[in-house]
């Protein structure tokens, strides 16, 4: 078990040298990877963003437990000890080599993996071999020794592997250089002050503008991946007139809009938390792809991220004039933070995050959408996956007790970019009733909504539907997230007494 754990943390110092080759991290991504559907489902909706934390102990215990047979399987010979440290580097080798990250200098971390690994299982074996002689009266070593071997180890797999966690690179400074070249540049588009009565907050819906610390997240990276703005940049090309590469300084020195947009995720299950709001800054997306000048027939906008994730868009609709495509590198005043894509992402509105919104961009390539598949999309979810008229109940919450009277049922509905025009509720399966709309802030954003209603004591339902700006009715029908977005009327069961 220490020679696994030393194979680790040395593999994990080393991966300084080249992002994404840590070998514990590597076989985590892999895992994410080849996860089946059936599996990264249950984990997102059973262990929402915990996910990730589960996915690194459970492996750890699966190391763990496997280290330690093959160390008592070890008594006599090196043999299956030295076999499970060699097997288990070579894994971490093999799955470094076919990470989309790898760069010539990822086999380094693996390879010291698979040397500390052996040095250290044949040293602490020898030890441990020449101390059951020395009991059996032979004049080797004492356990003594062992001990301070074993510690020796133990320390060095620590040291080693925290080593490669507080050294590993910082964006704190890349960020605060961002947010400060934002906060002095001149934009060409402000996004109009939110209206007091866009949320209400007082009845229970989320404060229209999400909090950097609040918005959801969802991503594959088990580490962020962290680029300098000086180091990054964004190739446009495929099938395109004019390939085009654009560096921090190509997006600071083009104009800059900032508007506030609702993102929202095709995982979202009826009722469910992933769907926030925020100011975003940059640069229209679709001007730089008129700049390049995109052929006809490429019908796919593929984007990549710096970890190798990819986002298939319908070229048409990020094309749309109003659409407002972007580029973004701000968020509610300051630099993009990590885990939303420092130094840049992708966002379209009314377009679900998993086919559009990449985090970590550095590249973009028109192509077809038969000549190459999305991340998601290789994973049978959908292919065009528009935003669906959807409404939520946050209060009252499920199974709570409310006292007698009047109450105050509000939440929030959703349908980017058409927008909100009428929400309805229920109680009880009773007449449906025009719930209060908050001001609309624009259609690209959700719509808060609140309604009254006087309560008996007992169990109450209450259901909503929401309209969009066309006159279409959120479904009742009821539809899992996957493979194009969760449908159906929300529903919340609570106790008045
Ligand atoms: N690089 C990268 N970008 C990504 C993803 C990802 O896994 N990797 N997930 C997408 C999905 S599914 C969604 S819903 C949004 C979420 O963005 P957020 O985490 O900033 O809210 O990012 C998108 N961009
Ligand atoms: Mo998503």
Request: glycine share 10%.
């Amino acid at each position: 078990m220490l020679a696994v754990a030393a194979a680790l943390g040395v593999g994990h110092l080393v991966a300084l040298l080249a992002p994404g080759s840590s070998p514990f991290f590597a076989v985590g991504d892999t895992v994410i990877r080849f996860s089946p559907q059936w599996l990264t489902e249950f984990a997102k909706t059973t262990f929402g963003t915990a996910d990730k934390p589960i996915l690194l102990g459970s492996m750890a215990v699966v190391i763990a437990i496997v280290a330690a047979v093959a160390g008592l399987a070890s008594r006599r010979s090196a043999r299956p000890g030295l076999t499970l440290v060699v097997v288990l580097g070579v894994v971490g080798l093999v799955v470094v080599i076919f990470a989309p990250t790898f760069g010539p200098l990822s086999v380094l971390a693996p390879i010291a993996s698979i040397v500390a690994g052996v040095a250290s299982f044949l040293w602490l074996h020898r030890l441990a071999t020449r101390a059951a002689v020395a009991r059996t009266g032979g004049p080797e070593v004492s356990r003594r020794n062992v001990l301070i071997g074993t510690a020796a180890v133990g320390a060095g797999a620590v040291v080693a592997g925290g080593g490669g966690v507080l050294l590993a690179p910082s964006i704190d400074d890349a960020r605060a250089r961002v947010t400060a070249r934002l906060a002095a540049a001149t934009l060409t588009e402000t996004a109009p002050a939110i209206p007091a009565g866009a949320a209400f907050v007082e009845s229970g819906t989320p404060p229209f503008v999400t909090s950097n610390a609040e918005f959801y997240r969802v991503d594959t990276a088990l580490s962020l991946p962290l680029q300098s703005e000086q180091t990054w940049s964004l190739r446009i090309g495929g099938m395109v007139d004019r390939p085009i590469a654009l560096d921090f300084d190509d997006i600071m020195s083009r104009p800059l809009v900032e508007r506030t947009i609702t993102m929202t995720c095709v995982s979202n299950v009826v009722g469910g938390p992933y769907i926030s709001t925020a100011d975003f800054v940059g640069v229209e997306l679709r001007d730089v792809l008129l700049e390049a000048g995109v052929r006809p027939g490429a019908d796919q906008l593929l984007s990549t991220s710096l970890d190798g994730w990819t986002a298939g868009s319908p070229t048409d609709v990020i094309m749309e004039p109003g659409r407002g495509a972007l580029i973004a590198v701000g968020m509610n005043g300051e630099a993009l933070p990590a885990e939303h894509g420092f130094p840049a992402r992708l966002i379209v509105p009314g377009l679900y995050g998993f086919l559009s919104a990449t985090k970590w961009v550095t590249d973009i390539e028109l192509t077809t959408f038969d000549a190459a598949q999305g991340y998601w999309l290789q994973r049978g979810w959908g292919k065009f996956a528009p935003i669906k008229t959807q409404s939520r109940i946050d209060f009252p919450k499920g199974l709570s007790t409310q006292p007698p009277g009047r109450l105050t049922v509000a939440g929030i509905a959703w349908s980017q970019p058409t927008g909100i025009s009428r929400v309805e509720v229920r109680m009880d399966g009773g007449e449906w009733q025009d719930a209060e709309l908050a001001d609309e802030v624009n259609t690209r954003t959700w719509r808060m909504w609140r309604a009254d209603f006087d309560l008996t004591p007992g169990s109450h339902t209450v259901q909503t539907r929401a309209t969009d700006r066309d006159g279409v009715t959120q479904t009742e029908m009821r539809a899992d997230p996957i493979p194009d977005g969760a449908s159906g009327w929300p529903a919340t069961i609570f106790t008045v007494s």
